[in-house]
Structures are given as C-alpha cells and as structure tokens.
C-alpha cells in the first residue's frame, strides 16, 4: 500500500493561487491512479479532480474545472494540485487519495490538509 502525505496548504486570499502536493512513498506508486478530494465541515467529502496512472486522462469536478490543475510527476512520485482563481468555497480539508489498478475504490488516503480561503 501506498502511503501519502500532503503538504502546501495554507490561508490564502480570494482570488489567490495556491499548489498542493501529495508524496507518495512505495514502489508501486505507477500501480495507482490518483485523486484529490476536499471536505467541509458539515459537508460530505467531495471528488475534486483525479488523474489516470500514466496522466493521460483527467477529471474535474464542475466547481473546479478551469481553475485547479491536477499533475503527477513519476520520478518525484508526486501528485500536485495547481489551484487558482481561489474562492471561498474552496475552503477545505484536502485528501490525497490512490486507487490501485483493478480496485474500485480510493484505498489509500493522506492526512488531510487545510485550505482556508478568506474574503
């Protein structure tokens, strides 16, 4: 199993930009497509965008789209999400997530970590 940890959140302003990063430790992590989600208090977790094992494909969650990047970087064995154009509604805990290939679910989780965007 993988194992990820997440660094690069903060408080930011609207409007601002903002990189998050997820370092995946293992030699499997090829095996995994990746994922961003985020969480609110007093919401449900949310996909925010995801990204195939190869990179070759993504998604992004209609609030997202246009203004957060997803990438990986094999040889760093990170994941990044590039966020700009940032909102309020941003604000979030922000989980890193892998889904090894053939599994259904995103079994591996980071710790989370917190974006607060002000006004």
């Known amino acids: 199993q993988v194992q990820l940890v997440e660094s690069g959140g903060g408080l930011v302003q609207a409007g601002d930009s903002l990189r998050l990063s997820c370092a995946a430790s293992g030699r499997t992590f090829s095996s995994y497509a990746m994922g961003w989600f985020r969480q609110s208090p007093g919401k449900e977790r949310e996909l925010v965008a995801t990204?195939?094992?190869?990179?070759?494909?993504?998604y992004y969650a209609a609030s997202v789209k246009r203004r957060f990047t997803i990438s990986r970087e094999k040889g760093k064995q990170t994941v990044f999400l590039q966020m700009k154009s940032l909102k309020q509604e941003d604000t979030a805990v922000y989980y890193c997530?892998?889904?090894?290939?053939?599994?259904?679910?995103?079994?591996?989780w980071g710790q989370g970590t917190q974006v607060t965007v002000s006004s």
């Open positions: 990204i195939s094992r190869n990179a070759f494909s993504t």
């Open positions: 997530a892998g889904r090894r290939i053939g599994a259904a679910d995103f079994g591996a």
